[in-house]
Nanobody, 123 residues
Framework: QVQLVESGGGLAQAGGSLRLSCELSGGTYSSYAMAWFRHPPGPEREFVAAITWSGGNTLLADSVKGRFTFSRGNAKNTVYLQMNNLKPEDTAVYYC????????????????WGQGTQVTVSS
């Protein structure tokens, strides 16, 4: 059973930075693409970033390009979302997701999800 544990959320001021981490454990496959989605108050859960198992390819939502960086640690099972120049509209619950077969922005294609971590950006 795959487990995803997120950490690093919290409160930041506009223009500030936070770094989210997500650690994957368990599972029967040797490699998983991973992603971050976020769920602001009201709207649906939206795509933020995705990364391949190797870490060689990443996708970023247009709303975070130039501000967020998605990377994978040397151990491969931990990923990091560095969020700079935060804006109040980045306020959301951020969810880590993983899948052994899919890499992309479609949330329906990810089979494994973490519990989420709250990010709040004050103006």
């Amino acid at each position: 059973q795959v487990q995803l544990v997120e950490s690093g959320g919290g409160l930041a001021q506009a223009g500030g930075s936070l770094r989210l981490s997500c650690e994957l454990s368990g599972g029967t496959y040797s490699s998983y693409a991973m992603a971050w989605f976020r769920h602001p108050p009201g709207p649906e859960r939206e795509f933020v970033a995705a990364i391949t198992w190797s870490g060689g390819n990443t996708l970023l939502a247009d709303s975070v390009k130039g501000r967020f960086t998605f990377s994978r640690g040397n151990a491969k099972n931990t990923v990091y979302l560095q969020m700079n120049n935060l804006k109040p509209e980045d306020t959301a619950v951020y969810y880590c997701a993983a899948d052994a077969q899919y890499y992309g922005s479609n949330r329906e294609r990810y089979n494994y999800w973490g519990q989420g971590t709250q990010v709040t950006v004050s103006s």
